[in-house]
């Protein structure tokens, strides 16, 4: 069984902070990870991906990966109110398969 | 690009009737799209892959008499719940990858479709 695992939270962080979202999951195969961002109601949204050991920045989120540690990690820095929503952590074995989601971490930023 | 929609966004049914949702891509071919299914406050689950042309893959625990699942074209998944159940009430959610090229390994998803079984 492919787990992907996640804090449910609720994460609460102030405005400006940084947040740290993070994600262990269970197969030794998977290739490929993702972060996404959900808000209430509407479905998910790319924020990050990455495919190799080490770190990912993209404006103010970064995404780390520990293959060894089966370990993905995304943070926020300069947390926005905007950026209040579920993030959930997605793993795929390889490329054309289905993605397999945590169960998300809410993350609520306080102005 | 890369865009995906679903059709309707919202649907209210009777408890023994059958719905069917679309899912199209708009401005790309996808080779294979994926069905998920989520309910309050949990996670996206993977209902069944879908690729044109063949029967869809269900995950365990699907039935697939229920959600039968139909891949006609390189643009075009429909899912149908069959004799819909209040159980059945849940956020459906398409996504699509492409048919080759570098953003092989993404998944786009549609907006969503809501579906409440009295």
């Known amino acids: 069984q492919k787990e992907v695992e996640q804090n449910s939270g609720p994460l609460s962080v102030p405005e400006g902070a940084i947040a740290s979202l993070n994600c262990t999951y269970s197969d030794r195969v998977s290739q490929s990870f993702f972060w996404y961002r959900q808000y209430s109601g509407k479905s998910p949204e790319l924020i990050m991906s990455?495919?190799?050991?080490g770190d990912k920045e993209d404006g103010r989120f970064t995404a780390q990966l520990n293959k060894a540690s089966q370990y993905v990690s995304l943070l926020i820095r300069d947390s926005q109110p905007s950026d209040s929503a579920t993030y959930l952590c997605?793993?795929?074995?390889?490329?054309?398969?289905?993605?397999?989601f945590g169960k998300g971490t809410t993350l609520s930023v306080s102005s | 690009g890369a865009v995906v929609s679903q059709h309707p966004s919202w649907v209210i049914c009777k408890s023994g009737t059958s719905v069917k949702i679309e899912c199209r891509s708009l401005?790309?071919?996808?080779?294979?799209m994926f069905w998920y299914r989520q309910f309050p406050k949990q996670s996206l689950m993977l209902m069944a892959t879908s690729n044109e042309g063949s029967k869809a893959t269900y995950e365990q625990g699907v039935e697939k008499d229920k959600f039968l699942i139909n891949h006609a074209s390189l643009t075009l998944s429909t899912l149908t719940v069959t004799s819909a159940h209040p159980e059945d009430s849940s956020f459906y959610i398409c996504?699509?990858?492409?048919?080759?090229?570098?953003?092989?390994?993404?998944?786009?998803f549609g907006p969503g479709t809501r579906l409440t079984v009295l």
């Open positions: 996504s699509a990858t492409l048919a080759g090229g570098p953003s092989y390994n993404e998944q786009f």
């Open positions: 401005d790309f071919q996808a080779t294979t």
């Open positions: 990455i495919y190799s050991n």
């Open positions: 997605a793993v795929k074995a390889q490329a054309g398969t289905a993605l397999i």
